[in-house]
């Protein structure tokens, strides 16, 4: 038991469920599976002595163990962005269950802020840094990127970098290319010929994987769209509205405007609205992403459904739980599902390219 007039220590916590102290530690600190660490029955023995003592774990001695934050730090571009924040839920969960907080940035997609951010998160000594922003085609960006994030990673810092990139960090990925492909051909196959597409801007390497795979979608049914059809924006709401005044056709002649996310979309909906172009209606608009409420409001809608919070579930695992093998580097690929006029599509077999 705890001495008279002295704060209860762990040693006591653990005397008192009859078990080892670094058993009782992990029970309340989290080990390697985190708040899952140990038994149920040693973790209720241990959680039971501690309340009844009234010992509270430190979080500013956690802090410290090992010279190192219990956190994760987590790089979005924008945390309003509907994907960021699915991503940040999806990373809060599973930081959750590892007894890890996790310690947002944004970055605003502004290069200068993104190497300040991570500079400056070289000195908060984070167990993890997860990378979620855009990665692009700027060969300059991305080399300064990598360099700061191998002085983390020399540092003692998890490195954990969300979609395709060249750099040497584990990584997770989605099948950008092969959702919208097949999402296109869907649309191809319902009789649609005449396409427009909202992509992203072209140096984000998102974008052009989605318009890419659409393209190819769309050949495979021997259609083609023409450049001056293919008007890159901000993956917003705003960007979406005012790429439908960029479109080079004439709207009326159009059978879909191919969004290459579904904030885009509703840009979109809303500019042909104000055009009087009713929607549902003679143009189709469709997305990429998969926002629930969307789907709500338009049961028919077509989309992509990226599994944004699996993003981060794998992500935080890459961060804490798994260790690279044998000099290669680790990596999660994660499989998008169209969903054609609200209809998800069954995944085709990994040997279908």
Same mark, same amino acid.
């Given at each position: 038991?705890?001495?008279?007039?002295?704060?209860?220590?762990?040693? *006591?916590? &653990? @005397?008192?469920? =009859?078990?080892? /102290?670094?058993? +009782?530690?992990? #029970?309340?600190? !989290? $080990?390697?599976?985190?708040?899952?660490?140990?038994?149920?029955?040693?973790?209720?023995?241990?959680? *039971?002595? &501690? @309340?009844?003592? =009234?010992?509270? /774990?430190?979080? +500013?001695?956690? #802090?410290?163990? !090992? $010279?190192?934050?219990?956190?994760?730090?987590?790089?979005?571009?924008?945390?309003?962005?509907?994907?960021?924040? &699915?991503?940040?839920? =999806?990373?809060?969960?599973?930081?959750?269950?590892?007894?890890?907080?996790?310690?947002?940035?944004?970055?605003?997609?502004?290069?200068?802020?993104?190497?300040?951010?991570?500079?400056?998160? &070289?000195?908060?000594?984070?167990?993890?840094?997860?990378?979620?922003?855009?990665?692009?085609?700027?060969?300059?960006?991305?080399?300064?990127?990598?360099?700061?994030?191998?002085?983390?990673?020399?540092?003692?810092?998890?490195?954990?970098?969300?979609?395709?990139?060249?750099?040497?960090?584990?990584?997770?990925?989605?099948?950008?290319?092969?959702?919208?492909?097949?999402?296109?051909?869907?649309?191809?196959?319902?009789?649609?010929?005449?396409?427009?597409?909202?992509?992203?801007?072209?140096?984000?390497?998102?974008?052009?994987?989605?318009?890419?795979?659409?393209?190819?979608?769309?050949?495979?049914?021997?259609?083609?769209?023409?450049?001056?059809?293919?008007?890159?924006?901000?993956?917003?709401?705003?960007?979406?509205?005012?790429?439908?005044?960029?479109?080079?056709?004439?709207?009326?002649?159009?059978?879909?405007?191919?969004?290459?996310?579904?904030?885009?979309?509703?840009?979109?909906?809303?500019?042909?609205?104000?055009?009087?172009?009713?929607?549902?209606?003679?143009?189709?608009?469709?997305?990429?992403?998969?926002?629930?409420?969307?789907?709500?409001?338009?049961?028919?809608?077509?989309?992509?459904?990226?599994?944004?919070?699996?993003?981060?579930?794998?992500?935080?695992?890459?961060?804490?739980?798994?260790?690279?093998?044998?000099?290669?580097?680790?990596?999660?690929?994660?499989?998008?599902?169209?969903?054609?006029?609200?209809?998800?599509?069954?995944?085709?077999?990994?040997?279908?390219?």
């Amino acid at each position: 038991m705890a001495r008279a007039g002295k704060p209860p220590t762990l040693v *006591d916590v &653990a @005397r008192l469920a =009859g078990v080892s /102290v670094p058993s +009782a530690s992990r #029970a309340l600190n !989290g $080990g390697v599976r985190g708040v899952q660490s140990g038994s149920s029955e040693v973790r209720k023995r241990v959680t *039971d002595a &501690a @309340r009844a003592l =009234g010992y509270v /774990v430190s979080p +500013a001695a956690q #802090a410290t163990k !090992g $010279g190192r934050a219990r956190t994760v730090a987590l790089v979005v571009s924008d945390i309003e962005d509907f994907g960021s924040a &699915a991503l940040i839920s =999806g990373v809060m969960h599973a930081a959750e269950m590892r007894g890890a907080s996790v310690a947002v940035r944004a970055t605003g997609d502004d290069p200068k802020r993104e190497a300040a951010l991570l500079t400056h998160l &070289a000195g908060e000594r984070h167990r993890a840094v997860i990378i979620g922003t855009s990665r692009t085609t700027d060969q300059a960006r991305e080399a300064q990127l990598a360099s700061l994030l191998q002085t983390l990673h020399e540092r003692g810092t998890r490195v954990v970098v969300i979609g395709d990139n060249d750099m040497d960090f584990p990584t997770v990925t989605v099948d950008n290319r092969r959702a919208a492909r097949r999402l296109a051909a869907e649309l191809a196959a319902t009789g649609a010929r005449r396409f427009a597409l909202a992509s992203g801007p072209d140096q984000e390497i998102t974008a052009h994987e989605r318009v890419t795979g659409f393209l190819e979608g769309l050949a495979e049914h021997g259609l083609a769209v023409a450049q001056d059809d293919i008007v890159q924006a901000p993956f917003s709401r705003d960007g979406g509205y005012a790429a439908v005044d960029r479109i080079s056709s004439d709207l009326s002649e159009l059978d879909v405007i191919a969004a290459m996310s579904d904030a885009m979309a509703v840009g979109i909906i809303a500019r042909l609205r104000e055009l009087g172009i009713g929607y549902p209606g003679p143009v189709e608009v469709t997305g990429f992403d998969h926002v629930p409420m969307l789907g709500d409001v338009l049961p028919e809608f077509s989309t992509v459904e990226v599994p944004l919070k699996a993003f981060g579930r794998a992500a935080l695992t890459l961060a804490l739980d798994e260790q690279d093998v044998a000099g290669e580097i680790s990596r999660i690929a994660l499989r998008a599902i169209p969903i054609v006029h609200g209809i998800p599509l069954r995944p085709l077999s990994d040997s279908i390219d």
